[in-house]
């Protein structure tokens, strides 16, 4: 039985544009970065052979078919195929509006019609909401039924569960929800005054993670505002072609901070700093926060990039240890930033980088895709913890949270269980000696 139906076909108000796909040349140097076309060696599963498939669509040349839903969901919206590209095909672009076209034009069964309805509808915006989540989840970590689920190997009776639960995130309490709203003053002479967006899920997943980074901000002159009516991204949203959504997020996020005066606004998550970045493309048929948005955009920046482009405080003390750093997908092929986590990383005496072959190739995160598409993110993983372990780094260091769960669970299954960091945990722990 087929997993949705179509509804209507020509409704294509969020369908790739013709003028996007066209700059495609088919000339596949893109083809090689492509980690699931590396994984596959499928055509249909490359950059070009989607591009040419969302073609064929748009065009009206084929219908939306389960076959073309498969491999426009199997892409992990990496971008790294636009690192490669020559042409300057904007392909995140182009995979976005292609989920979105999808989500317009099919009906998907009510079960699951009802379970991304809570979950990109409610859970992810509700504070509440996901306070109650990480009250349950705590208690399945801390009572030590987690510790005995894995111990015991029962999972793995359970098709992919083993992995699965391999990646539910470790909840922090306190969680950070109770820090929203609040200012936090600027250490010495004041040099900036910022606006932290705390995300989503990592107010209850990294919660320490985002104590650190305010930490590492007022150590660095930074008076820090936490605005109180933020709310999620809106990521995920996009990546699961659910843009209306985000769109009602991102008019959120933008009114939280417009009158704020900020020299800059702040995430230290990559894949939030993506869309985040990007505001200005999902309202740009929005007379009203067109403007709005692109103020927005001219004042955010990911963590590393803010940090590298000031003079960060030296720590007093060295922290000797060896680190490697896996670049997240969407700081390095969706906001181009490779140099500037490595400056922060660099300015800390003691730390000593050791590069891992293929950095900017995905570890398999993307998101919610390695819950969605296990075996593929786990076979993807494997490969980056051969690339992590080669390095005998002590430490792996990243940039994204979700890239950190991913990591996580692939030091347990196929590393030294080494520690996995944010670039400003380790700045932080620098500065704490
Ligand atoms: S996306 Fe770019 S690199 Fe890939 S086939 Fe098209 S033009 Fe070539
Ligand atoms: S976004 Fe990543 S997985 Fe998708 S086609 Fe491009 S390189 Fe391949």
Known sequence: MAAFELTHIGNNSEAPLQADLDKCVHCGLCLNSCPTYRELGVEMDSPRGRIYQMAQVVEGKTPISETYIEHMELCLACRACESACPSGVQYGKLIEAARAHIDQNISRPWHVNLARDFVFGSLLSSPWLLTAAGAGLFLYQASGLQKLMRSSGILKFFGRLHEIEML???????????????????????????????GCIANISFARLNEATVRVLQKNGCEVHIPKEQNCCGALHVHAGRKD?????????????LDGNFDAILTNAAGCGSTLKEYDELLEHDDAYRDKSLAFKAKMKDINEFLASIEIRPPAKPLVM?????DSCHLCHGQKIRAQPRKVLAAIPGVELKEMALSDLCCGSAGIYNVLHN???????????????????????????????QL????????????????????????RG
């Open 375 to 405: 075996e593929m993110a786990m076979g993807l993983l494997k490969n980056k913890m051969a690339s992590v372990n080669a390095t005998g780094a002590e430490c792996i260091v990243t940039a994204n949270p979700g890239c950190m769960i």
């Open 408 to 431: 996580q669970a692939g030091a347990k299954l196929h590393g030294k269980d080494q520690p996995v960091l944010h670039v400003v945990e380790v700045l932080d722990r620098a500065y």
């Open 168 to 198: 539910s995130p470790p909840v922090e309490t306190p969680f950070f929800f109770s820090q929203i709203g609040k200012v936090f003053p600027a250490e010495g002479e004041k040099r900036y005054r910022v606006a932290f967006l705390a």
């Open 322 to 326: 060896t680190v490697t750093y896996q």
């Open 245 to 257: 959504d985000a769109r009602a997020l991102a008019r959120i996020n933008i009114d939280a901070t």
